[in-house]
């Protein structure tokens, strides 16, 4: 299965909008002049807001085992996007058979859709759902690419092991 870090285009816009009016006075001719102040802000552009529940509900409808172990890891994620779950616990929740949990999840994280950050807990790719302000998911995408370069090291690192011993 092809690697995917969840990166679609990223396009970007700015808000531009009047706040207010204000009278500014320059000091060296003391010429008074009415000027509106403005705020800019930068925002993300061409997304789509989901309501969970209710995507949820409806895909457990239609979805095979697999999805209903994704819905499931949607619904228990925290701010961070991190879920803390054996995969027992999650076979249980998501009312499948342990071994649907396994190649899920072991799917999901080749394809780049989750990562394990230790056993039992997990992060979403925040590239591919997050659910806060702007400001919290750039602290959160931070810290998954920062703990998917820790790994990558590891496993060079085991690689060159391996090749050494062997």
């Known amino acids: 299965m092809k690697k995917s870090n969840g990166d679609a285009p990223k396009v970007r816009t700015r808000k531009v909008r009047v706040v207010g009016n204000e009278q500014w006075v320059n000091t060296d001719t003391g010429e008074v002049k009415d000027v509106q102040k403005i705020e800019i802000e930068d925002a993300d552009f061409n997304f789509d807001k989901v309501w969970l529940t209710h995507l949820a509900y409806a895909i457990d409808l239609i979805s095979n085992q697999k999805i209903k172990v994704l819905m499931t890891l949607?619904?228990?994620k925290n701010y961070e996007n991190k879920i803390t779950i054996s995969q027992p616990d999650l076979a249980r929740q998501a009312n499948v058979s342990l071994q649907t949990v396994n190649r899920t999840m072991r799917a999901l994280i080749?394809?780049?859709f989750i990562q394990m950050v230790y056993p039992t807990v997990y992060r979403i790719n925040p590239n591919i759902v997050f659910k806060g302000s702007f400001?919290?998911?750039?602290?959160?995408?931070?810290?998954?690419?920062?703990e998917e370069e820790e790994k990558k090291k590891i496993s060079q690192q085991e690689e060159k092991e391996t090749v050494n011993v062997g």
């Open 110 to 112: 080749e394809a780049g």
């Open 74 to 76: 949607w619904k228990l």
């Open 135 to 146: 400001n919290n998911r750039l602290a959160v995408l931070i810290q998954y690419e920062k």
